[in-house]
């Protein structure tokens, strides 16, 4: 479908032949499996076949971004695809612009792409950076586009605390968002059964409130009752403490933004797009724990 096209119709009474990526991790695969439950066909492009589910009404097809020929032959006859952005890399950008390039010679009609809150080209959060590149590629693309810019998982905010029981970073007490990946793939559902009413828009998926990062703690003290503090780290100790791993410097400064672009609030802004999209209230932190 693309920007020009009208009415309320769903993919699946259009005959919309759709495709999904990522559909092996925690979004691709929500949404992936909402499709199969509604009855919707799909593709399913995937880089590892043996992880891909096992999905009614779904063809597997392998096609990493960076291969081309795959992608533009998996894409082939594909009017609607659901892209996932790509596993952090040094060349995530040329990746994407690899696969983006595929989907217009296979004549995609319409990109909703996974993008981030305050995609931008100067963003703190050095990975924000790449979205914007690949925004950009999309709306030269020549397909219809839909970007659904993503906070921060709240999802993974109890994966940062250390096993000493400490939420360590480098943010202040600056504030996020975070937003739910369950309230994240129900967005992208939405938008994917009705993508015309979507096109050229960009929506900010957040939580319904933002929370400084001692309040994260406190959060997940008070639900889970496992005990967790916040210290805001400096700069210097956050760079130390990453670097520890043996990981590349542009993932270490990757890492460390993820709290500064929380410092500098640049993540801070709540949205109504979760609830406008989905007809429900988005999900907060503490309704997240105790699921």
């Known amino acids: 479908m693309t920007s020009s096209g009208t009415g309320s119709r769903t993919s699946s009474e259009t005959g919309a032949r759709v495709a999904v990526t990522g559909a092996t991790g925690q979004v691709g695969g929500r949404v992936a499996r909402g499709l199969a439950s509604a009855g919707v066909e799909q593709r399913l492009l995937v880089r590892d076949a043996s992880r891909a589910p096992d999905l009614p009404g779904a063809t597997v097809h392998v096609a990493p971004y960076a291969d081309g020929d795959a992608a533009r032959r998996a894409l082939q006859g594909v009017d609607l695809l659901f892209m996932v952005s790509g596993s952090e890399s040094a060349d995530r950008v040329e990746q994407h612009r690899t696969f983006v390039e595929a989907a217009a010679a296979a004549g995609v009609g319409h990109v909703v792409y996974t993008s981030f809150q305050g995609a931008s080209p100067t963003a703190t959060f050095t990975l924000a950076r790449d979205h914007h590149a690949t925004e950009q590629l999309l709306r030269g693309s020549g397909a219809a586009w ?26 202040g007490d600056g504030r996020v968002a975070a937003v739910a990946q369950d309230d994240v793939a129900a967005a992208a559902l939405a938008v994917l059964r009705d993508p015309a009413a979507h096109a050229g828009a ?4 957040t939580g319904p409130e933002a929370l400084t990062l001692e309040e994260v703690a406190e959060t997940i003290t008070r639900v889970t009752g496992r005990a967790v503090t916040y210290r805001d780290e400096t700069l210097e100790e956050a760079r130390a403490s990453r670097a520890a791993y043996g990981a590349p410097d542009w993932q270490v400064e990757a890492w460390v933004s993820t709290y500064t672009a929380i410092a500098a609030g640049e993540v801070a802004r709540t949205s ?3 609830a406008d999209l989905t007809g429900r209230p988005a999900t907060s932190l503490a309704q997240l724990l105790a699921r």
């Open 202 to 205: 960009a929506y900010d998926l």
């Open 146 to 171: 839909t970007f659904l810019r993503d906070s921060f998982y709240a999802d993974v905010l109890p994966l940062f605390v250390g096993d000493d029981g400490v939420l360590r970073g480098p943010a």
């Open 272 to 274: 109504t797009a979760v």
